[in-house]
């Protein structure tokens, strides 16, 4: 089984910073790309960012700028910087990734229980 264990959220003024961290654990055999995504109240849950192995990064185009996903493949942990914050940016936040159990031949999507954060303005 892989569990994604979610941490750094929490509530910040306008314009401020938060780091976000994200590791997977558990009996793993391979990861392949790991991202965030966010989900603000009535909304869809959206990527935020998203990282391959190789450390191809993606953004979405309203965090460009503002955010940088980051990667420790050793770690199998995955950092979102989040700069220049905006009110706009309040939401749960989401880590998942696409990763094989040990215990199978196939790939699975996971999700982390997500962490909170919050923009005031």
């Known amino acids: 089984q892989v569990h994604l264990v979610e941490s750094g959220g929490g509530l910040v003024q306008a314009g401020g910073s938060l780091r976000l961290s994200c590791s997977a654990v558990?009996?793993?055999?391979?990861?392949?790309?790991m991202g965030w995504y966010r989900q603000a109240p009535g909304g869809q849950r959206d990527l935020v960012a998203s990282?391959?192995?190789?450390?191809?990064?993606n953004y979405a185009d309203s965090v460009k700028g503002r955010f940088t996903i980051s990667r420790s493949n050793a770690e199998n942990t995955i950092y979102l910087q989040m700069n220049s914050l905006k009110p706009e940016d309040t939401a749960v936040y989401y880590c998942?990734?696409?990763?094989?159990?040990?215990?199978?031949?196939?790939?699975?999507?996971?999700w982390g229980r997500g962490t909170q954060v919050t923009v005031s303005s």
């Open positions: 990282i391959t192995s190789s450390g191809r990064a």
């Open positions: 558990g009996n793993i055999f391979s990861i392949t790309a």
């Open positions: 998942g990734t696409d990763a094989q159990p040990r215990t199978s031949s196939y790939t699975y999507r996971y």
